[in-house]
């Protein structure tokens, strides 16, 4: 089940078996596995990582950066593979269990839904999030360069595919699971053609998924090392009793080039732009084999989180080193506690 209410009007919808309030769904079947014996890591790793090798499919050369759902019962996703010309695009997977996936060979071919065909240049780095009564899809979409794409899916058949919902150039574009003061609202970060060697993160609202205005600073790059040089949103934001759990990437970098780690902030319920907490300290950094070979060294790139609201877990799935894709887990309370013990506060 699916819900689309916020905190203050439905409090049967509810989960308090931790310190803190979480609104969304039961995941009975959240893929899960406990912190090793002895670690004291909030954000720990999948032993059997990684759970989506590169060439998974005949045609890749990677699948990394992905977002999955939950559906039906099961897991949903929609998966970033490159294939063996280097063209980026989209795809779609199934998996009963959230770990095992079966990802379709072909490319998700979007029926349009606007004014003339869209140039797509490139798909990437796609989120999923479910909000009313359909699965929205943003990701990077190429059009005379980097965008924010947006379409939805009811069924993970057939896919449609929206106006792009800003001017070139923008990536990381996360909608919230719910609307916002009767809006959709996305959190992104503009960009320009290339690497970027800059990037805040951005608040913008649509009362259509169509229409993008009423633009509002968050955050910056720079508050503490790993996030020196940029930022950019993650998973769908969660929300919580003390504001909208967001996990989000940052950059560093060195001398060997850029590293890629991830961490989290909370946001207010009703105005998103503004930031309670946000972290110091990195929850993952870029560490083992996986994360540190391939294609791009040192990347944990976070796209996907399943939060079961009864239990406070959390599953994040991560690319790493821009080849494969990898699992974490976590729980919402020892994050928010990290937040504000580790964080800054503001007022």
Not at 253 to 262: I, K, M
Request: aromatic share 14%; net charge negative; charged share 25%.
């Amino acid at each position: 089940m699916h819900s689309n209410v916020t905190l203050k009007e439905k409090k049967e919808d509810f989960f308090n078996m931790g310190k803190y309030e979480i609104i969304g769904e039961k995941i009975p079947n959240l893929p899960w596995e406990d912190r090793p014996k002895g670690s004291s890591d909030i954000v720990w790793r999948y032993s059997k990582n990684p759970i989506i090798k590169r060439n998974q499919i005949k045609r890749a050369n990677s699948i990394f950066n992905s977002a999955v759902v939950t559906f039906n019962g099961k897991f949903a996703g929609v998966f970033r593979v490159d294939d063996k010309a280097r063209s980026m695009n989209l795809h779609a997977g199934f998996s009963d269990d959230g770990i095992n996936w079966v990802i379709e060979e072909e490319p998700i071919n979007f029926i349009q839904q606007t004014r003339d065909p869209l140039i797509s240049e490139y798909k990437y780095d796609p989120r999923v999030t479910f909000i009313e009564d359909r699965y929205y899809i943003t990701w990077c979409n190429g059009y005379h360069g980097p965008t924010i794409g947006v379409g939805y899916t009811f069924d993970f058949k057939e896919f449609y595919q929206l106006e792009n919902a800003f001017l070139p150039y923008n990536r990381n574009g996360v909608l919230f699971p719910r609307k916002i003061n009767g809006k959709y609202a996305m959190l992104s970060r503009p960009s320009d053609r290339g690497h970027t060697p800059f990037g805040d993160i951005f608040y913008s609202e649509s009362p259509d998924m169509i229409h993008w205005g009423c633009h509002r600073f968050v955050m910056s790059a720079g508050l503490t090392g790993w996030q020196s040089l940029k930022i950019g949103a993650g998973p769908t934001p969660i929300e919580t009793s003390e504001g909208w759990l967001l996990i989000y990437h940052g950059v560093l970098l060195s001398c060997n080039g850029y590293v890629y780690s991830f961490s989290a902030a909370l946001l207010d319920l009703e105005k998103p732009w503004k930031v309670k907490y946000r972290a110091r300290s990195y929850l993952l950094s870029p560490q083992e084999y996986y994360e540190c070979v391939g294609d791009v060294p040192n990347v944990a790139f976070p796209c996907a989180a399943l939060c079961d609201a009864e239990t406070g877990r959390l599953a994040i799935y991560y690319g790493g080193a821009d080849t494969v894709v990898a699992l974490a887990f976590a729980y919402v309370d020892e994050i928010i506690d990290f937040l504000k013990e580790d964080g800054v506060k503001y007022e």
